[in-house]
């Protein structure tokens, strides 16, 4: 059975990972770091325009791993 290969379009591909919390400090989803304005326009946005939100992704990832509470600062006091 030789099965062709899957129809995609030739555009950047969301970033979304259906992880969808914006996190209440830095205002970016945990999942896939985007802005809640570059998520409601990513279907409107240019190729170019795409492509410099997923080169600007991985500089937020860090913003994310300050954690102040949990468990482990529960047992430090």
Known sequence: ????????????????????????????????????????????MTPDERQSVMDALPARAPRLKKRRGGRAARRAR
């Open 1 to 44: 059975m030789n099965e062709e290969p899957v129809w995609k379009r030739d555009e950047v591909d969301s970033p979304c990972v259906n992880i969808c919390v914006v996190h209440p400090v830095e205002q970016i989803c945990t999942g896939c770091l985007r802005t809640l304005d570059e998520i409601a326009n990513w279907s409107r």
